[in-house]
């Protein structure tokens, strides 16, 4: 027995089986790399799922907790506390919106979002009462609350939850025919994510944003746009959608807006739209804790610089064109934007799940999806070499 599989073995013993690690338990990391309780460092291709953007133990957010440790971590939002404004309002600024409504999980801030749109339907749109509609994509994932999986394609997300939220219609994700044929009346959102992250990378086709932005438009519905896992800096641009140069009335931020630090999520919009809220309505006591706040805001400082964004569109070139060069072999097809690649390996290789096991055996940490995929989103801070030594060990994997 090792150190290694002992403490695995109690955390099976005493965890919910809701997930399955790969079997390496970590003890500490700094930028891109991990370090695992039997010394043996590892290159973080995961980052979080895009948490961890700004690398692990970042200097100058672990300054801003540590500053904030020291003078006040919680208010609820019962009073106020000094850093919530500068937040709100350079939130609202990185945006290009005029109000902020903060909760800390994805899933709330989806949740929040699902509310905003159908008390606007009712309150501004005027959708007769109980009758408002949100139209989703298929294999989105937006979380894992209660109303989120009704609204989910995965079996395996779905199953057994049931009775399920009522409200939402599914189309396919990327087609606009599809979308237009679902908006009627009653429709007052749609909600998407720019870039289908768990489902496996899935980047739609050109023109599909601007049309969902037109046809919203036309048709008095809010786009809202779930840039959880694709914003901040992850494809090279702050926001997804700005590469087809679309703002959404709506944006839903998380994971790196808590900079691997804290869980920060928001939910990020016009005052028409975030001003049908009153005292009451909605809340959460962590939301917008002075902590939160305070990483939050480093995240922000560090986003306006744009370095993060460029280094995410450099190695991001750098990353696809050297996984182009592996298409045709063991690679059978690889989607995404900046520093974050979805890889379909030729099932002849091994499940997604055999090929991160491998990568794990020569210590690259990634993690798989839906059969024959993994993906790969080291954080914005890796450096070019090592990034590179990553991309040997996949070849090597894949060689193998
Ligand atoms: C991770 C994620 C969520 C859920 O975030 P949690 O913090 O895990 O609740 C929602 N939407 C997208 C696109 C995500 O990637």
């Known amino acids: 027995m090792t150190r290694t ?13 809701n997930y399955h690690p790969l079997p390496v338990v970590v003890a500490s990391a700094s930028g891109a790399w991990m370090t695992d309780v039997e010394g043996r460092r590892y290159l973080d291709m995961l980052a979080g799922y895009s948490a961890l953007n700004f690398g692990h133990g970042n200097r100058r957010l672990l300054d801003a907790a540590r500053a904030q440790l020291e003078r006040v971590t919680l208010t609820s939002r019962a009073f106020h506390h000094d850093r919530f404004a500068a937040f709100c309002a350079e939130l609202a600024a990185l945006c290009g919106k005029d109000m902020v409504l903060p909760m800390n999980t994805g899933a709330e801030a989806v949740e929040t979002a699902v509310k905003t749109a159908r008390k606007w339907g009712y309150r501004v749109k005027g959708v007769p009462d109980g009758r408002a509609k949100i139209v989703v994509a298929a294999d989105n994932f937006h979380g894992r609350t209660t ?3 009704s609204f989910s394609t995965d079996p395996e997300a779905r199953a057994d939850y049931g009775p399920y939220t009522p409200g939402f ?3 396919p994700y990327g087609d606009l025919t599809a979308l237009e044929a679902a908006v009627d009346d009653d429709t007052v959102a749609v909600l998407l994510e720019p870039i289908q992250g768990e489902a496996g990378v899935l980047v739609p086709p050109a023109g599909y944003l601007r049309g969902v932005r037109e046809l919203t438009a036309a048709r008095n519905v809010l786009f809202m746009a779930d840039e959880i896992q694709s914003g901040l800096g992850r494809t090279g641009r702050t926001f997804a959608c700005e590469h087809e140069d679309v703002v959404p009335d709506v944006y839903i931020l998380g994971k790196a807006l808590g900079g691997g630090v804290v869980p920060v999520s928001a939910v990020v919009a016009s005052a028409e739209i975030l001003g049908v809220f ?11 804790n002075p902590l939160a706040c305070a990483v939050a805001l480093e995240v922000i400082a560090m986003l306006r610089t744009g370095e993060y964004q460029r280094r995410a569109t450099e190695l991001g070139d750098h990353l696809h064109r050297e996984l182009g060069l592996l298409t045709g072999g063991a690679v059978r097809e690889v989607r995404g934007r900046g520093l974050w690649a979805g890889v379909d390996i030729d099932p002849a290789h091994g499940t997604g799940r055999e090929i991160s096991e491998r990568l794990l055996a020569r210590r690259v940490l990634v993690k798989d999806t839906h059969g024959s995929t993994i993906r790969l989103a080291p954080p914005l801070v890796i450096s070019k070499e090592d990034l590179d030594w990553g991309l040997d060990q996949l070849r090597a994997v894949l060689a193998g």
């Open 169 to 171: 219609e599914i189309v």
């Open 5 to 17: 599989t002992d403490l695995i073995d109690e955390a099976e013993a005493h965890s919910a089986h």
């Open 278 to 288: 009153r005292p009451g309505e909605h809340g959460s006591t962590f939301g917008g």
């Open 147 to 149: 109303t989120i999986i």
